[in-house]
């Protein structure tokens, strides 16, 4: 069965840092979703790269695509204290009907 | 944005009785979902609804639950009994269309089975 894993559970870096998280996942997916949930409520969407974008920008996240290894990953780029929340992968293999989650990244940012 | 309401928050109840979460979706939106987060674990997608019906559902959607949108209202998940290892964190989602591929979730219900 498809599943989502980030390979990093935790990370705690200094406000002005860039950051990284990786994403891998075991079978075909057409889309990947970024998710960053805090602390109290649902995930909620950043950034979305199909399976035909090898990258996609939007604002400070930066998030790459590579369907042959099957891995994708975030980028944060001069991270803020706002930014500290848990951040999600997930996998879409049944166009839009169900999601397959990895089982995020806790991401601290502090000042 | 759009926002997907659920409720309770938080639900504690006794090992064999009823319950009934409730998620008030985007109002246009048309696809209706509920996962299962344990503590410390990843999301589990359980079920999703469309048109009256459930298209597909997962190994952990037991044969204790159920869900409906009775007349458009809430879309409810109904565990009936409930056991120990149902308690976890629900959220709900919806999305406009089965293609657009943003599902927007609620804050989640937590539940505690003793």
């Known amino acids: 069965s498809q599943w989502g894993e980030e390979n990093l559970q935790a990370l705690s870096i200094q406000e002005g840092e860039d950051v990284t998280m990786n994403c891998s996942y075991k079978?075909?997916?057409?889309?990947v979703h970024w998710y960053r949930q805090d602390s109290g409520r649902g995930p909620a969407l950043i950034i979305l790269i199909r399976s035909n974008e090898r990258e996609k920008r939007s604002g400070r996240l930066r998030a790459t695509l590579d369907t042959s290894s099957q891995s994708s990953s975030l980028s944060i780029t001069a991270a803020q204290c706002e930014d500290t929340a848990v951040y999600f992968c997930a996998t879409d293999a049944s166009m839009g009907y169900k999601l397959t989650f990895g089982t995020g990244t806790s991401l601290l940012v502090d000042p | 944005g759009p926002k997907v309401l659920q409720i309770p928050s938080h639900q504690i109840i006794d090992m064999g009785q009823m319950v009934t979460l409730n998620c008030d979706p985007v109002?246009?939106?048309?696809?209706f979902y509920w996962y299962k987060q344990i503590l410390g674990q990843q999301m589990e997608f359980l079920v999703n609804f469309y048109n009256g019906k459930v298209m597909e559902k997962s190994k952990l959607f037991k044969d204790q639950f159920s869900v409906e949108r009775p007349d458009g209202s809430y879309f409810t998940l109904k565990i009936q009994p409930t056991a120990l290892e149902d308690s976890a964190v629900y959220f709900c989602?919806?999305?406009?269309?089965?293609?657009?591929?943003?599902?927007?979730f609620g804050p989640g219900t937590r539940l505690t089975v003793l």
């Open positions: 989602a919806s999305s406009l269309r089965d293609n657009s591929y943003e599902q927007y």
């Open positions: 109002s246009n939106h048309l696809y």
């Open positions: 079978t075909y997916t057409t889309v």
